[in-house]
């Protein structure tokens, strides 16, 4: 199989030889380049890192996604806003292999993972690191073991790596390891656990990075804290983000691109001061509806 190689489900130096994983070129007819929506498996540009194609997803007859198109740039932010229920959180379970597509293609670093096998799935499922929505740390073990799960799980480390790399990652977040580390986190605010749930999606260093939902239940600012502690990940490590939002104003902060998640369908995307001025009506109103006053926020993502 192909799947140990990236880059051998085919060669993005050859965007004219409509090329795929699967066999011989297939017959577009309609005068499309390689990349025209027409060829659902042609090999990603390599700045396009996670790429999704015609991806639907049922649950027990029930189509929850219809047909998503999208695609993440290397070392930008993707936001996902949408209502609730549109299938945001479904999608990010499809991105990071957690959940398989009923149809559809996805690709993360040019190849295509639909139809890996579970190992090889994770493999891929390595290159995420995933911050969930209220931290999702265990309550029973200390913030330091929250933070070397990873490692232990994954790694053969020693004991003294181990902790090194723990206390570490703690600071560069900000946190004193001395302090921090022996607490439960029970005992830490909402951004201090933010902080620690961020630490462990760092700790084995993957490319991308998914939040679901990260500012929900914080406070205004905490809430713009963790926006620039988004941001700062993104630039000090040259991480991906994928962050699935309610929150307007936060994603008008850190996105490059925004995408709107309706009823499963992708109804607009763009830089948000795009989606704000753009053709879809729907977008606009329901950037409006969120009545956050889009031109008074700064803007953090460069
Ligand atoms: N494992 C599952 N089995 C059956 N239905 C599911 C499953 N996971 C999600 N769904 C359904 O898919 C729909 C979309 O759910 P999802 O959690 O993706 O929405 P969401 O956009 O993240 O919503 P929210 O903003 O409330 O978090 C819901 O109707 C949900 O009930
Ligand atoms: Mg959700």
Redo the contacts with the bound molecule.
């Keep these: 199989m192909s799947s140990s190689d990236p880059g051998s489900s085919g060669r993005a130096g050859e965007p004219s030889s409509h090329r795929d994983a699967q066999g011989p070129p297939e017959p577009t007819g309609r005068g499309r380049s390689a990349r025209g929506n027409g060829d659902l498996a042609r090999t990603p540009l390599p700045d396009e890192i996670v790429v999704l194609r015609g991806i639907k997803k049922q ?2 007859g ?1 189509e ?1 996604l219809k047909g998503v198109d999208l695609v993440a740039r290397r070392r930008e932010t993707t936001v996902i806003i ?10 990010l379970r499809l991105i990071v292999g957690l959940e398989r597509a009923t149809s559809g293609h996805i690709f993360i670093d040019s190849e295509d993972v639909t139809r890996l096998s579970e190992r090889e799935l994770n493999r891929v499922r390595k290159k995420f690191g995933m911050v969930y929505q209220y931290a999702a740390l265990l309550d029973s073990i200390s913030v330091f073991d929250n933070v070397a799960f990873p490692l232990v799980e994954h790694t053969k480390l020693s004991k003294k790596e181990i902790s090194e790399r723990v206390l570490g990652k703690l600071e560069i977040l900000g946190l004193d390891p001395k302090v921090v580390a022996p607490k439960f986190p029970s005992e830490l605010s909402g951004g201090m656990r933010k902080r620690v749930g961020l630490a462990r999606a760092l700790m084995l260093e993957p490319p991308i990075l998914v939040y679901d ?1 990260p500012t929900s239940g914080l406070d205004p600012l905490t809430s713009r804290l963790v926006d620039d502690l988004i941001e700062e990940m993104r630039q000090r490590f040259g991480v991906t983000s994928i962050v ?1 939002s ?1 929150d307007i104003a936060s994603c008008f902060r850190i996105a490059h691109q925004a995408v709107l ?1 309706i009823k499963g369908r992708v109804e607009a995307s763009g830089p948000p001061d795009e989606l704000l001025d753009g053709d879809s009506d729907v977008a606009r109103d329901f950037i409006r509806n969120s009545a956050v006053d889009v031109d008074s926020l700064g803007r953090v993502a460069r």
Excluded: N, V
């Excluded at 949408?82 to 999608?91: D, E, H, I, M, Y």
């Design positions: 649950f027990g029930q929850i949408g209502g609730s229920g549109a299938g945001k959180t479904t999608l939902e699935i309610h998640l």
